[in-house]
Structures are given as C-alpha cells and as structure tokens.
C-alpha cells in the first residue's frame, strides 16, 4: 500500500475506515459481524484502514485463542483476495506484532500517518493522542509504549500477561469513571497542531466513541464510531467518484 506526503496522486479507489471494535470472546455478535463484513462489503473496496482498538486488549501473537485465530484467518482472505489492509495500533492493541500482521497480510502503519484522500491529505490515527487534556493517559501511553517495558511484558507468561492487562483495565476503568467527558475528549490546540505539522486539511479517528464530522477553520475532522454487540456497527466510507464522496454506513 502507498502512502503519499503530498498531493501527488489522486486515490480514486473505494476507501474503508473503522475502528473500535472491541473484539473480545464474550461479544461474539461483534465479531460475527466484522467476519461477515470482511467477507462481504470489505471485498469490494481496494483498501480497508483499522484505526485501533480492533482487539479489546492484545497481550501477544501467542496468545493463540479462537478469536485471534478466527479473526487472523477472515484477514488472511481479504489480503489474499487482493484488498490491502492497514491497521493503526490503538490503545488497547498495540502490542500487535509481526507474527499477527505475516499471518494475517495486514500492514502495520506507525501511529500518525498521511494519506491522500481523493486530492484532500488526511491524517489517520487512532486518536488517544488528541487527547492531550488527559494528563494521566498520557503518562500511561509513555509508560506502555517503552519498547524494553514491553518486551519485558512479553516475556512474562500468558497468565501473568492475562493477569496484568486485567489489572491495567480495572484501575483505568476507575480512572475514567471519575474524569470528565471534556478531559477524555480531543483537545482543539493538539488536533490544529498535528494537522499543520503534516500540512493536512483533514483528519480521520477513532478512540473517543463519538462519531461526528466536524469542520473547524477550514479542516474536517471524521471521527469513527465504536461497534456495539447489540446495536451494530458503521463504517466510513470514501468513494471518489460518487456524488457523495464520503458516507457512513450502518453494519447491523
Ligand atoms: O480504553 P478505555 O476507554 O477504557 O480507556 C482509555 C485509557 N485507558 C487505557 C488503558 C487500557 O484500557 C488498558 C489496556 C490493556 C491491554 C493491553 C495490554 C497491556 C500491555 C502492557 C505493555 C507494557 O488505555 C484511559 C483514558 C480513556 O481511554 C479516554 O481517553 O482516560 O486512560 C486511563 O484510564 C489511564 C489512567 O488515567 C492512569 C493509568 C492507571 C493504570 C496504572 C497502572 C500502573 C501500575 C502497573 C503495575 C503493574
Ligand atoms: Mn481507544
């Protein structure tokens, strides 16, 4: 897959963008959906971007359970049937690692990268950087994304990892229970700051579960929504050459 720093090619292909599903064993509706959604409407378009969070958590390649195994192979026969996958690491999943993207064909993109999009450079990232107001978090992310730190939860075992990501879930689920909307939202400055250093008019992430398009100062942000295992899911859709060249649609 191509991406490109500058306006130099117009992409004209059928684009997808989600994020936020969440797949874990016990929301098996979810990951029905999202197998059927790969196997279905994922194949006709040319490129399919996961904008994080794909996994409820991600404790290693290793940790080889059914859902992982299942999930892999769905991707494996979307990338063998020729359509290119992206996915960003978000913050439940960026442990991903090279044995999951081999088998499944998946291309790992670093946490921001440019994409031209019919003509317009958009910004993809899962978005928890945005969310610079939460001050905790941050500190969080730097602590986990330590790469000796991380190979060092790597090589503890499969128990131990289970254990630690449950711990890691508990206290953030307290930490968010008592931080406001307002703090775990994006902060305004740091989305204008990132769109200038990439000189981009435009910007596609998940993380913050409220999908919206918002225009400010001439730049648009797309935020993604979050699949539900009752309700569904959505997809964003970019397609050039229609009259509305960007949708969202509803995966139920
Ligand atoms: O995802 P969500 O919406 O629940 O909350 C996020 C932020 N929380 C997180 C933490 C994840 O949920 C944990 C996932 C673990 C799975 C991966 C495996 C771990 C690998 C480790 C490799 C070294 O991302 C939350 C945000 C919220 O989004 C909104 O943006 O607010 O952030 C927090 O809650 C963080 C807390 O504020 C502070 C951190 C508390 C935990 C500290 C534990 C350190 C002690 C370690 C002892 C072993
Ligand atoms: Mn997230």
């Known amino acids: 897959m191509r991406h490109h720093r500058k306006n130099n090619c117009i992409v004209t292909a059928v684009i997808l963008f989600i994020s936020d599903l969440h797949l874990a064993p016990e929301r098996p509706a979810t990951t029905a959906r999202f197998i059927h959604f790969l196997r279905t409407h994922a194949r006709h378009a040319q490129q399919l971007y996961i904008l994080g969070d794909l996994f409820d958590a991600w404790i290693g390649d290793d940790d080889d359970t059914p859902l992982q195994r299942d999930i892999c192979a769905a991707l494996r026969d979307l990338t063998a049937a020729g359509v290119d996958c992206a996915i960003v690491p978000g913050n439940r999943d960026f442990l991903l690692g090279r044995a999951f993207f081999r088998t499944s064909g998946c291309q790992r993109l670093r946490d921001l990268t440019l994409l ?10 899962h978005g928890d950087l945005l969310c610079s107001d939460d001050v905790a978090y941050q500190r969080f992310r730097r602590h986990v994304h330590n790469p ?13 990892r289970r254990a630690l990501a449950q711990h890691y879930r508990q ?33 596609v992430h998940g993380h913050t579960h409220r999908p919206a398009d918002h225009l400010d100062n001439g730049a ?14 959505e997809v964003l859709v ?6 509305n060249k960007w949708h969202r649609k509803s995966i139920i």
């Open 220 to 233: 648009t942000r797309r935020v993604l929504a979050a699949w539900d295992e009752v309700n569904g899911g």
């Open 238 to 243: 970019l397609e050039p050459a229609a009259v």
């Open 116 to 125: 031209n999009c019919g003509g317009e450079s958009t910004v993809l990232l």
């Open 171 to 203: 206290r953030s689920m307290t930490a968010t229970a008592e931080k406001t909307l307002e703090i775990m939202d994006v902060n305004p400055a740091t989305v204008a700051t990132t769109l200038r250093r990439f000189d981009a008019t435009q910007m």
């Open 148 to 160: 000796l730190l991380q190979q060092l939860f790597l090589w503890q075992p499969l128990a131990k």
